[in-house]
């Protein structure tokens, strides 16, 4: 196990960040059109769009995202506490699907806040 510090771990981070966008942009497998579908009523909704209709389509481009993350530490106290070191071990992420996130920390009394927004953009 070694100690990871702050720069090595922001380093990593963007390493991943531009592996993952590296193998996202390979082109995408052909695909084969499924006949269009005869649009159906939804009670409520109306008529259901058809497949020509949904092909014209789109949702635009414009991205908008907010996170607020309010927190408060107040009144601690911490007595013949030690802390430790961050350790993240070899093989660590071996395995890891989706999006993994570590959180460190090695103080104490502290608020850990973590928020995330994925944009995905699905593309025929």
Same mark, same amino acid.
């Given at each position: 196990?070694? @100690?990871? !510090?702050?720069?090595?771990?922001?380093?990593?981070?963007?390493?991943?960040? /531009?592996?993952?966008? %590296?193998?996202?942009?390979?082109?995408?497998?052909?695909? /084969?059109?499924?006949?269009?579908?005869?649009?159906?009523?939804? &009670?409520?909704?109306?008529?259901?769009? &058809?497949?020509?209709?949904? %092909?014209?389509?789109?949702?635009? +481009?414009? /991205?908008?995202? @907010?996170?607020?993350? +309010?927190? @408060?530490?107040?009144?601690?106290?911490? &007595?013949?506490?030690?802390?430790?070191? !961050?350790?993240?071990?070899?093989? %660590? #992420?071996?395995?890891?699907?989706?999006?993994?996130?570590?959180?460190? !920390?090695?103080? +104490?009394?502290?608020?850990?806040?973590?928020?995330?927004?994925?944009? /995905?953009? #699905?593309?025929?």
């Amino acid at each position: 196990m070694r @100690t990871v !510090n702050l720069m090595s771990w922001s380093a990593m981070l963007l390493l991943g960040a /531009v592996m993952w966008n %590296a193998a996202a942009a390979q082109s995408p497998a052909t695909t /084969v059109a499924t006949p269009s579908a005869k649009p159906a009523w939804l &009670d409520g909704w109306g008529r259901s769009a &058809d497949s020509k209709t949904l %092909a014209m389509s789109s949702g635009g +481009n414009e /991205v908008s995202e @907010t996170i607020t993350l +309010n927190g @408060t530490v107040a009144n601690n106290t911490i &007595d013949h506490v030690a802390t430790g070191a !961050n350790v993240i071990g070899n093989g %660590a #992420f071996n395995g890891a699907a989706g999006v993994p996130m570590v959180i460190q !920390n090695t103080g +104490n009394g502290v608020l850990i806040q973590n928020a995330t927004i994925l944009n /995905v953009q #699905f593309q025929p």
